[in-house]
């Protein structure tokens, strides 16, 4: 089976823009988790979605929002960028993670710079 | 508010050497805890323990996980140039699809 695949991989955006950042999880996943890793703060939670339905959400602002798509892709916006949210956003997917086991698997991660 | 804390942070040691790291956690409606190893940039799955005693084994890898005492170890035997890395440790809890991450052990092999 093939991996989680990100896209786009490195992004420069500059402060006040606004970016989207896509996920395709494993195929026959249905649940797709958003992180943002930085030196500071390791990897913390934003949000994660099962078919197309934000099912939690982590202490993250409402500049970062997500959606899913019927095929289990997800994407995931920020809005009105800023210097601080420069960081690596891993999405991890997993095939249903209340019924079942939870182990997610990451994909490569887009590493986001703003300037 | 949830919480997971590895130790040591960071441990450098020389090839052959057995390690051990760290992981404590305080996860409310606990469900399991997760192992990852992070290279260069995907975190790449371990372990996930649910059961408290009973140790999961992958080649030199094993890991264990105590719920009493609410914290999990991570053994690396035989260690080699390439288990160089950062192990992340992660705790879930019931009822939701959500990971909380402690800091990092940033593991330096040297030959």
């Known amino acids: 089976k093939a991996g989680v695949t990100q896209t786009p991989r490195y992004l420069i955006k500059t402060r006040g823009q606004q970016v989207t950042l896509s996920c395709s999880p494993i195929s026959g996943h249905r649940s797709v988790s958003w992180y943002q890793q930085t030196p500071g703060q390791g990897l913390q939670f934003l949000f994660e979605y099962f078919s197309e339905t934000q099912r939690n959400k982590g202490n993250f602002p409402g500049r970062f929002s997500g959606r899913q798509f019927s095929n289990s892709r997800s994407e995931m916006n920020v809005s009105t960028l800023e210097l601080g949210d420069s960081a690596l956003y891993l999405c991890a997917s997993s095939p249903d993670g209340l019924a079942g086991n939870n182990e997610q698997f990451f994909g490569p991660g887009t590493r986001l710079t703003v300037l | 508010e949830d919480k997971v804390v590895q130790s040591p942070l960071s441990l450098v040691v020389h090839e052959g050497d057995t390690v051990t790291l760290n992981c404590s956690y305080e996860v409310t409606n606990f469900r399991s805890l997760l192992w990852y190893k992070q290279e260069k940039k995907a975190p790449t799955f371990l372990f996930m323990l649910?059961?408290?005693?009973i140790e999961k084994k992958s080649g030199r890898l094993s890991s264990i996980l105590d719920k009493k005492e609410l914290f999990s170890i991570l053994n690396i035997t035989a260690t080699q140039t390439g288990d160089s890395a950062v192990y992340l440790c992660?705790?879930?809890?019931?009822?939701?699809?959500?990971?909380?991450f402690g800091q990092g052990t940033r593991l330096t092999i040297n030959p």
């Open positions: 649910t059961s408290s005693g």
């Open positions: 992660a705790g879930s809890p019931q009822g939701a699809q959500k990971l909380v």
